[in-house]
């Protein structure tokens, strides 16, 4: 097993992998449709956004989480 501390780093590399991979699909898809190299172009995008999207979680999850904790009701 992974051990705890790593957690948040582990969280913001999922999610960015996810995330960056459903939307460059998208986008690939918008502006090719489904040509003969569609999953060359999905993967080649989708490695970009990732290489990007993972620093960007990793420093905007932390903001994240304090305005969600300023707008969500005190227990």
Do not use: Y
Not at 42 to 48: E, G, I, K, N, V
């Amino acid at each position: 097993m992974i051990p705890a501390k790593f957690a948040p780093a582990l969280f913001s590399l999922i999610l960015s992998g996810l995330m960056s991979l459903m939307v460059s699909g998208i986008a690939t898809f918008r502006a090719t449709g489904f040509s003969p190299d569609f999953a060359g172009l999905w993967a080649s995008a989708w490695l970009t956004a990732w290489l990007f999207a993972f620093p960007a979680v990793m420093l905007v999850s932390p903001l994240a989480r304090r305005m969600v904790g300023a707008l969500v009701a005190k227990p």
